[in-house]
């Protein structure tokens, strides 16, 4: 069988797409020139009360090249419209078109929705008044939604641990065949994107790559700003001697090599010694005292609310907890194995322990830097002075209000700990040595980069557009939160 | 008059912001002409675009500002047709402004001297020497002590007073024929306020500079301004000669703001405030017809909003225009309308009492290393007086004197270093917030002065009053406290639906309600107000120095008032006391301490004051230099630095001796902190004085 081409009946869009792309970007430099020398149009009040440019000749260029840009989209659409229609008959961008057609429908849905009741919907909704912020919001839901319907094997095409010796290095769009054995009845005919140094397929890996990367990045940034939280905001508050010893233990970690603080955790006589569990274990602690705390200081006032709250927010919490730390033949063995909820595999655990004890030192920094500011504010004198206590000042007179740039911080954070989730990967430490994360792919594909680089590109891809997505979309909720 | 063609002459400007969504006019159809020499003052409340006109005089109005039609004429020639480079050429040396904040019209990492003499290089290409020698001499015209050390100073290290001096320094540097000041006094205290306006004033006559004075404060236009100019959402009101407009105004807008500010003679009993009734229009939401319409008390239906109404000139005075259909058929010698007269309140025995206060913080001289010697901030020394039930006892000062130290020790936020504080025979001087009952924590409120402050913004408007009634346990169940919640609002006087509303969503005067309610929750005795209403626009500042009396008359509320505000003092409290760099120097019923015999301080705070009327007369006094640093106070007398009547005090008695309380009146309740003997007291002139009528 013949390998796939790229774009396969679709070809005849490439020239126009190269012709277009060439155009954007000879007009967007005579432009950027040309803006040197002429002068722009003239602006002009209209009899309604409206503005509007005269056209200038450097008016004509902005059209043009604005229109070489639409072209350019458009082309880009077709192939993904034609794609999910056509399937393989439009190459491999076909194909994965169509595998992806789930994550479309659930994109499509999510924006409709989205942007009919945008009103109703704060800071999100407003969202969506930013191109930046739309563009970074979809790039991000666009990785979450392939990394969930991946989970539910909607996606992947081959099981990406599954190799064939017939498919090593294979290019991109290259017909499925195996060297030992015969080939399932309804596999998929092609490896997509290629094969990878061991026959797997890179398409699916970097499906499931994506699973991985989804669920721990933002999951482990949420420990991090519990804990950075937890203590930013009395740090803050009381001010004078606490303050002073949390910012220099956060500085003493932020001064501290990352890589080699990874490499120690991970080391087997360090494990042994059970450091990381038990760091997990102090980690881990956060998010039941922040709950908890948050909870009693708002409705002490109302006991017969609060007792059944704290047990059943306390008691699922503390189980959850108690299940996450406790491990069958580790160091902290607690509950027995019939109440023991999930085990954590250890790598992870470690990933985990890593990026919460790296990031919580800045969240901190943040909450504290936040919290010294809205304190001075009259609505905390005012809580002051009805007697409230301190913690109900901190959780919900101050917190609520250092959100905005919180909120923001937390989608560039959630970045961050992808690239470190990449660099972990890539150093191979933690995640263990098969996993189909992004970090481990790249790692792998290196080794051969020069002769086949698909291996390598397609998750170093993937990884650049989530992080560009984040960061996307945090500028867009910043510009937005900034303004009203 | 003369013919020359004024400095300044602005015809039909329109200005116009544009957003995504709409354009929002921010002043409309607005005229008037300053002419050599002249002080024009641009009066009104806040967002009534007089900020925007000046701007648009300076071509300065940003991305999404545009002069939309109209003309700005300065000195004959239309500014439309300047280019880019004349224009720059005029802004800072023919035109010069003067901001509300000074520290942000500074470049904090330049030393002043620089700066000044920025202006002649820029425009005027001179040597450098003759540019120093040029701000020294600016310098000494602002009466800024030893310029040369001045010259040679951050920004940062100057106080305030000092700063603006600066500024109007800079302004002044290249001898410009129009100064505009944007609410350049707003951000200081009374006294530095009329240092300062009193040096524009000289240097206005002196330069013979032409001035365009933005204020929201009417008695500040009426000491510095020829002619004046109302604004109202956008647009021109009135415009006339000052005396004219004060003494026959003819615009519904301008009454009805004199009738919400309080001029002496206003009695909280038996003359008090007329608020205006209703809300500032947003720009986007003008009615047709008379902006004003809605709130107007002589609204007529299917005239007042059925055309766009013009100015018209007002028959028999010069240069007087209006901008009402109705000016002619209006009796303007017509007085107050709707005011209701209500009866005094019964002041009951005392709940509480103050002796001896003292508050003084440690600093340490340097955080690095303990020990050294430390130095003390004396923010309290020895206060004693006592308040009564149903009573308005004011506290008059300026920053630094104290009042907010105080208060943190009354609330509890802090604790007394000395003396007693008894509530109810129950001493609480000593006793920090949190081991305070829960009903000596009710008793005893504060509203806040900042109305953006006070409310914690993403919590609505009924949550945060619940909580407050949580916490005071008032109310068993969330029913009841919501019902409760929303009595409170109806006592604030406020819809019931504010409570599902988000505090954004309220304008300043409504969330500063919510602050007073939120105050009540808990029924409290004690309500100390710090500055209630001096961050409100004027309509608004009556109708809740009202409310809050209302509310005592009620519940029968002691209110400490705290303010610099001497115009608002007079008007609603029963007592006073003035206090000055933590010593309590005057204390007595509101007449006797507006009255002779003054504590030398209270005659210069009362000097200070602006009074929006014209039959008012005032004795100038005007003070020198700053308030001395707490860290540092000088010895003796506090005021002892500053005091005009040091000199008739024999021997250096003020320089060594706190002086006593001398004791006036009957029962001896007006008490003075001075070393000026009982005669030399009782012989002081009034410093208010109304002229005959």
């Not at chain 2, 009695?267 to 939401?285: S, T, Y």
Request: proline residues 6%.
């Amino acid at each position: 069988m013949e390998p796939l081409t790229w774009t396969g009946s679709l070809a005849v869009l490439t020239p126009i797409l190269w012709t277009a792309a060439a155009a954007f970007v000879l007009l967007a430099a005579i432009r950027l020139i040309a803006g040197l020398f002429l002068a722009s149009g003239d602006t002009v009040t209209q009899p309604d009360g409206t503005l509007s440019m005269t056209r200038g000749p450097l008016e004509t260029l902005d059209l043009a090249t604005r229109w070489a840009f639409y072209v350019i989209l458009g082309v880009l659409a077709a192939f993904l419209v034609g794609g999910a229609v056509l399937g393989l008959g439009a190459g491999i961008i076909g194909g994965m078109a169509q595998r992806l057609i789930p994550v479309w429908i659930a994109l499509a849905l999510v924006i409709g929705v989205s942007l009919t009741f945008r009103r109703r919907l704060g800071l999100y909704g407003k969202l969506f008044g930013s191109t930046i912020g739309s563009v970074g919001f979809a790039l991000v839901m666009f990785w979450v939604f392939a990394a969930f319907f991946g989970a539910l094997d909607m996606i992947v095409t081959h099981d990406p641990l599954a190799q064939s010796g017939a498919m090593k290095n294979e290019v991109p769009g290259t017909f499925y065949t195996k060297m030992i054995g015969d080939i399932d009845e309804g596999a998929y005919p092609y490896y997509l994107l290629g094969g990878d140094n061991l026959g797997r397929d890179v398409f699916s890996r970097m499906i499931a790559g994506a699973l991985v990367v989804v669920q721990i990045a933002p999951m482990a940034t949420a420990f991090a700003f519990m804990v950075g939280i937890t203590l930013g905001l009395p740090a803050a508050y009381y001010g004078g001697r606490l303050d002073t010893t949390l910012t220099f233990l956060a500085n003493l970690i932020l001064a501290f090599p990352v890589i080699l603080l990874f490499y120690l955790l991970v080391t087997p006589e360090i494990v042994a010694t059970g450091i990381p569990t038990y760091m997990a274990a102090v980690m881990f602690v956060f998010p039941i005292v922040f709950f908890t705390i948050l909870l009693n200081s708002r409705y002490h006032t109302r006991p017969k609310l609060r007792l059944p709250l704290l047990i059943i927010v306390i008691g699922v919490l503390g189980w959850l907890y108690l299940s996450l730390i406790s491990k069958r033949f580790g160091v902290l063995e607690v509950l027995p194995r019939w109440l023991d909820l999930f085990d954590i595999p250890g790598g992870i655990l470690v990933v985990f322990v890593s990026v919460v004890f790296v990031n919580s030192p800045t969240v901190f920094r943040i909450v504290r830097g936040l919290g010294l500011d809205i304190k001075t504010r009259d609505y905390v004198a005012a809580a002051q002075t009805r007697g409230e206590g301190p913690w109900y000042i901190m959780l919900w007179e101050l917190l609520p209000n250092a959100r905005g740039p919180l909120i923001v911080d937390f989608c560039l954070r959630v970045g961050y700990t992808t690239i470190l989730l990449g660099t972990l990967g890539f150093f191979g430490l933690g995640l263990p040595p098969e996993s189909p994360d992004w970090g481990s792919t790249i790692n792998d594909g290196r080794k051969l980069l020069a002769i086949y680089p698909h291996p390598a590109l397609a998750p170093a891809l993937a990884l650049l557009s989530l992080v560009l997505g984040l960061n996307l979309l945090a500028d867009g909720l910043r510009e937005e939160s900034l303004r009203d | 008059m003369s013919t020359e063609p004024p400095i300044l002459e602005i015809e039909n400007l329109s200005i116009s912001f544009f957003t995504r969504l709409r354009e929002i006019p921010a002043v409309m159809d607005f005229s008037c002409a300053v002419r050599a020499g002249e002080a024009m003052g641009l009066v009104g409340e806040s967002g009534c675009g007089k900020s925007t006109v000046a701007l648009g005089v300076m071509r300065d109005l940003g991305v999404n500002g545009r002069i939309t039609s109209g003309s700005v004429k300065f000195k004959g020639r239309d500014m439309a047709s300047m280019s880019d480079a004349e224009l720059r050429a005029i802004r800072g040396r023919e035109i010069a402004m003067i901001y509300q904040e000074p520290m942000a019209s500074l470049n904090p990492a330049m030393k002043v001297g620089r700066q000044l003499m920025e202006v002649p290089l820029i425009h005027e290409n001179i040597a450098k020497k003759e540019a120093r020698a040029r701000a020294l001499e600016v310098l000494t015209d602002v009466k800024l002590p030893d310029p040369e050390r001045i010259m040679d100073a951050y920004p940062h290290q100057l106080s305030g007073g000092q700063q603006q001096r600066i500024v109007i320094a800079m302004a002044l540097m290249s001898k410009p024929s129009l100064l505009i000041l944007d609410e350049p006094t707003t951000a200081l205290d009374v006294t530095v306020e009329a240092a300062v306006v009193e040096l524009v004033k000289d240097l206005g006559r002196k330069y013979g500079t032409s001035m365009l004075f933005i204020s929201h404060n009417l008695g500040l236009v009426l000491e510095t301004c020829d002619r004046l100019c109302v604004m109202y959402s956008g647009e021109a009101v009135e415009t006339g000669n000052i005396a004219d407009v004060f003494d026959k105004m003819r615009n519904p807008y301008t009454q009805a703001l004199f009738r919400s500010i309080p001029l002496p003679g206003a009695d909280k009993n038996l003359k008090p405030l007329v608020a205006i009734p209703g809300n500032f229009p947003l720009p986007h939401e003008r009615p047709p017809g008379c902006n004003f319409g809605p709130r107007c008390d002589y609204f007529q239906d299917g005239l007042c909003d059925a055309q766009s109404i013009p100015m018209f000139d007002v028959e028999g005075q010069s240069r007087h225009e209006t901008r009402c259909l109705r000016h002619d058929e209006i009796d303007w010698s017509r007085q107050e309308i709707r005011a209701i007269e209500t009866e005094k309140t019964e002041i009951g025995d005392p709940i509480l009492r103050m002796e001896d206060l003292k508050k003084y913080y440690e600093v340490n001289a340097s955080s690095l290393f303990k020990g050294g010697d430390k130095r003390v901030v004396k923010a309290n020394e020895s206060l004693s007086f006592e308040a009564r039930e149903s009573e308005t006892l004011a506290i008059v000062g300026e920053s630094g004197c104290g009042k907010s130290t105080f208060a943190k020790v009354l609330m509890g936020l802090e604790t007394a270093t000395d003396g007693t504080i008894t509530l109810d025979n129950q001493s609480i001087g000593d006793t920090p917030i949190q081991d305070r009952d829960t009903d000596t924590v009710a008793d005893v409120q504060m509203v806040f002065q900042n109305p953006f402050d006070t409310l914690n913004p993403s919590m609505t408007v009924g949550r945060q009053i619940m909580r407050a009634l949580e916490i005071f346990k008032i109310g068993g169940t969330e029913a009841a406290r919501r019902e409760k919640m929303l009595d409170l609002l109806d006592l604030v006087k406020l819809p019931r639906e504010f409570a599902d509303r988000m505090p954004r969503q309220l304008s300043g005067g409504q969330k500063q309600r919510v602050g007073i309610a939120r105050a009540f929750a808990g029924g409290a005795r004690i309500v100390v107000a710090d500055e209630p209403v001096s961050a409100l626009d004027v309509s608004v500042q009556a109708a809740v120095a009202d409310l809050l009396m209302e509310i005592q008359r009620t519940q029968k509320t002691t209110l400490l008032f705290i303010s610099h505000d001497l115009s608002i003092v007079r008007y609603l409290s029963d007592r006073v006391m003035v206090m000055y760099l933590g010593h309590v120097v005057e204390i007595g019923d509101t007449n006797d301490v507006f009255a002779p015999p003054y504590h030398p301080y209270t005659e210069a705070l009362l000097s200070a004051v602006p009074i929006a009327d014209t039959r008012v007369e005032k004795k100038h006094i005007v003070l020198e230099g700053d308030v001395p640093s707490a860290m540092n106070p000088p010895s003796g007398c506090p005021f002892q630095t500053r005091c005009r009547w040091k000199s008739e005090v024999p021997g250096d008695l003020c320089e060594r001796e706190v002086p006593p309380m001398v004791r006036f009146g009957a029962e001896g309740q007006h008490q003075i902190k001075c070393h000026l003997t009982r005669e030399k007291l009782e012989g002081m002139e009034p410093v208010i004085t109304m002229a005959a009528e």
